[in-house]
C-alpha cells in the first residue's frame, strides 16, 4: 500500500525541507565516521551531512569499483567511497534536489576527486543504465521513499551480476504506527 502513495506529496516535502537549511551550518560531530574518514572531508561536507550510518565502511569497497549512491545529499558518503575506490574506480551520486548536487560538486571537487560525478534523478528511476555498478550504497534515504520496492528494483537493475548493496536507514513496522502517521506525507517527509 505505502509503495505507491503520496509520492509527489512527500518530494515537495523534501524539497521545501531541503532548500529552507541555511548554508552556515554549523560543523557536526559524526560519530558513525571514522576519524581518519573525517580527516579526508571538506568540513562543509561534514556539515551537510544527514545520514544515519557508515555505509561505505561497511561496503568494503575495492579499489576500481564503480559506486552509486543513491541521494547522495552534499556528497558525504560519494567522497569517501571514491578515496576508497581510486582513480581507477568511479563513484556516481543521484540526488532528486539540483542544489544538493551542486553542493555535492563543490565538496567534491575541494576533496580534489576527479572519479566523482552527480547527477539529478530519482532512486525510483535512476537515470543510469543496467548492469553498469558493482556497488549501490544509501545513507538515511530509502525510508523517504514511497516506493521503496521501486528502489530496490532499480538497484538491482543498475548492479552487475555479483554486485551488492549496503544501506543504512531507519527501519519500521508498518502495524509500529497509527493509520493517520503513516498515511501522513509530512510524516515520511520528516
Ligand atoms: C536525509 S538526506 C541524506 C543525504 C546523504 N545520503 C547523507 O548521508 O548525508 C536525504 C537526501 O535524499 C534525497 N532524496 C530524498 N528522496 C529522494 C528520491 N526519491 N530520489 C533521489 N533523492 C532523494 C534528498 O534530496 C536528500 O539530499
Redesign the pocket.
Known amino acids: 500500500m505505502t509503495d505507491l502513495m503520496f509520492k509527489s506529496e512527500i518530494?515537495d516535502l523534501?524539497?521545501d525541507t531541503?532548500r529552507h537549511l541555511s548554508d552556515d551550518r554549523p560543523a557536526r560531530l559524526l560519530q558513525t565516521y571514522r576519524d581518519e574518514d573525517l580527516a579526508l572531508l571538506p568540513g562543509e561536507a561534514v556539515a551537510?551531512?544527514?545520514?544515519t550510518d557508515d555505509p561505505v565502511s561497511a561496503a568494503e569497497l575495492q579499489p576500481g569499483e564503480h559506486v552509486v549512491?543513491?541521494?547522495?545529499?552534499?556528497g558525504?558518503?560519494a567522497i569517501l567511497a571514491a578515496h576508497r575506490v581510486g582513480p581507477e574506480g568511479q563513484v556516481t551520486g543521484?540526488?532528486?534536489?539540483p542544489e544538493?548536487c551542486r553542493r555535492a560538486r563543490r565538496h567534491a571537487a575541494a576533496a580534489g576527486l576527479p572519479n566523482v560525478t552527480f547527477v539529478e534523478?530519482?532512486?525510483?528511476a535512476l537515470p543510469l543504465p543496467d548492469a553498469s555498478a558493482d556497488v549501490v550504497v544509501?545513507?538515511?534515504?530509502i525510508s523517504?521513499?514511497a516506493r521503496k520496492a521501486r528502489v530496490f528494483r532499480e538497484a538491482l537493475r543498475v548492479l552487475r551480476p555479483g554486485g551488492r548493496i549496503c544501506v543504512s536507514d531507519m527501519t519500521l513496522e508498518e502495524e509500529q504506527l497509527p493509520q493517520e502517521v503513516m498515511l501522513h506525507p509530512a510524516a515520511w517527509a520528516g
Open positions: 518530494q523534501i524539497r531541503y551537510w551531512s544527514f545520514g549512491d543513491l541521494g547522495c545529499g552534499a558525504i558518503d543521484v540526488d532528486l534536489l544538493m534523478g530519482e532512486i525510483e544509501s545513507n538515511g534515504v523517504l521513499s
